[in-house]
């Protein structure tokens, strides 16, 4: 009716069902805009077809890389164009946001950092967690461009000397660290810090500091009578600076490893520091999946909340 372009991203997510569903309502789009017809018949309601409108979706291939897709079924099929898509520039990309973030020295920062990606998921363990592709290097790229930032502002009112390549190159190591480090395992932990030795040599490799938040965490763990090992503390800062750039985040690890220790503490630590922090636990593997996401009664259409959807109505 308003002539959009709609863009369904990750369209097989849905079940083979609604997916078979949905693509009798798009031929009926489709055919009314063939037809140059100027009204169409759609969910018992007629509705006025604007012909600048276009629908477009995006899938991953079905398969044991990408879990949770659906086929597509071929009357679906038939109605799209398969557009198939290049393998992405990443050193390009890397440079053109490095330089967008102030780098002096952009380019040769872009070639180090997809090199590093590019060996450590050759020379490491394969690990469903893992994740070297273009999503973890824009991730790693915002974190080296927000120190960058912080960095200069500080400088500034300092009014001292610019950043030379050498700092900012240690800028990208810490933001390679906190982002990567958390989600290795002890033996490719070390693998991946002699990566980062050889692809930036003679660069200092080191944490990003924790600051007031790292004070906070050890005074929580001194009061809970829990140790303040730097191990520890390093992982409940790498799990915040993880919630800071992600909207989920998941804590892996055998049991009686520390996993519900370490968000308590950085709650309890973020509370410290001035910060509201909100929680709602809750157990999926406890309940069926239309009481965790909620269902649509199929007669009334009334909607019901599950667990998962009343609790983001009450944090909203």
């Not at 020379?123 to 967690?129: K, N, P, S, Y």
Request: include cysteine; charge should be neutral; glycine fraction near 6%.
């Amino acid at each position: 009716r308003s002539g959009t372009w709609g863009c369904f991203d990750e369209f097989n997510r849905l079940k083979e069902d609604q997916l078979s569903a949905i693509s009798q309502q798009i031929q009926v789009i489709q055919d009314a805009m063939k037809s140059r017809s100027s009204t169409i018949r759609l969910l018992h309601r007629t509705i006025n077809v604007d012909f600048n409108a276009s629908i477009f979706v995006t899938l991953n291939p079905v398969g044991q890389d990408y879990g949770g897709r659906s086929q597509i079924p071929d009357n679906l099929k038939a109605l799209f164009r398969p557009i198939a898509m290049g393998r992405p520039d990443n050193e390009l990309i890397a440079e053109v946001y490095l330089k967008s973030e102030g780098f002096t020295a952009p380019q040769d920062l872009a070639v180090k950092v997809v090199t590093l990606f590019a060996l450590s998921k050759q020379l490491l363990t394969t690990q469903r967690i893992y994740d070297f592709g273009l999503r973890a290097l824009k991730t790693v790229l915002q974190t080296a461009g927000k120190l960058v930032v912080e960095e200069k502002k500080q400088r500034l009112q300092q009014k001292s000397v610019a950043l030379d390549t050498e700092t900012e190159a240690e800028f990208m190591i810490q933001a390679v660290r906190v982002n990567m480090l958390s989600k290795l395992t002890v033996a490719d932990t070390d693998r991946f810090l002699a990566l980062i030795s050889d692809v930036f040599p003679g660069v200092a490799s080191s944490d990003t500091s924790g600051g007031k938040l790292e004070l906070a965490i050890r005074e929580v763990l001194n009061r809970t009578n829990l140790g303040a090992g730097d191990v520890q503390i390093r992982k409940i800062l790498q799990l915040n600076e993880a919630l800071d750039q992600r909207i989920g985040c998941a804590i892996v690890g055998p049991s009686g490893c520390g996993k519900s220790t370490v968000w308590q503490v950085l709650q309890q630590a973020l509370t410290e520091c001035g910060q509201t922090v909100k929680f709602h636990a809750a157990n999926p593997k406890a309940m069926p999946r239309q009481r965790l996401l909620g269902v649509m009664d199929p007669d009334t259409r009334e909607w019901n909340d599950g667990v998962l959807t009343l609790v983001a109505r009450d944090v909203v």
